[in-house]
């Protein structure tokens, strides 16, 4: 989320601003991040709903009230490790986006560096992709690769991929507010300026 808002704050994403940042964690320093930088942050407490379908309409509620709707606007999850409903990613279908620590379709899931070190990868990386009902399963925006070192941990790992997630995820989402993606079936074109 911090990558993205200093991208906006240094011109490399323009056009756009970050209305709100929600979690579901009192305690996530994404909030503290978001108010540091003049960004209005909420709480949505989970023990609150019923179901995660009520959740998620007040998710909904919440972006909407801050001018967030389907047909305008992106929802960026970053950090958010909560399973949305299929209702509610369905609503925000090619304006939902997500960024995974691995080269997908490989190793998605939790855990994705831990799943590359015991399969031996040579190779893992991060993938940004639009969010579908399925886990970790829509169409890809962009990937980069990072090479799996002799004696990483996971730890280690995770580190060099989480610096190649914050270059990469701004860089998708400046894409998004140019206009310059286009999803055809399960192929995300980028368009030329």
């Known amino acids: 989320m ?19 940042v929600i ?7 994404a909030l503290e991040s978001a108010r540091r930088h003049g960004i209005e942050a909420v709480w949505l407490d989970p023990a609150k ?16 009230e801050k001018g967030v709707t389907p047909s305008s606007g992106l929802v960026v999850l970053a950090g958010f490790m909560r399973l949305l409903s299929p209702e509610f990613v369905d609503s925000f279908s090619a304006r939902m986006m997500n960024i ?3 080269l997908l379709p490989s190793f998605p899931g ?13 190779v893992s990386g991060c993938t940004v992709h639009y969010v579908v009902p399925e886990v970790d399963s829509g169409p890809i925006i962009l990937q980069s690769p990072v090479r799996v070192e002799e004696g990483d941990t996971e730890e ?38």
């Not at 911090?2 to 709100?20: D, F, Q, S, T």
């Not at 939790?110 to 040579?122: H, N, P, T, V």
């Open 23 to 29: 979690s579901d964690r009192r305690d996530a320093k």
């Open 100 to 102: 995974h620590p691995s």
């Open 156 to 193: 280690s790992l995770s580190k060099r991929i989480l610096k190649e997630e914050h270059r990469l995820y701004p860089i998708a989402v400046r894409l998004f507010v140019e206009g310059r993606l286009k999803i055809k079936g399960r192929k995300v074109a980028i368009l030329k300026k």
């Open 110 to 122: 939790l855990w994705a560096q831990r799943q590359a070190l015991e399969y031996g990868a040579k």
């Open 49 to 64: 709903a019923a179901s995660r379908l009520e959740y998620d309409d007040g998710l909904a509620a919440t972006l909407r």
């Open 2 to 20: 911090l990558a993205i808002v200093r991208a906006m704050e240094r011109g490399k994403i323009k056009g756009a601003e970050v209305r709100v």
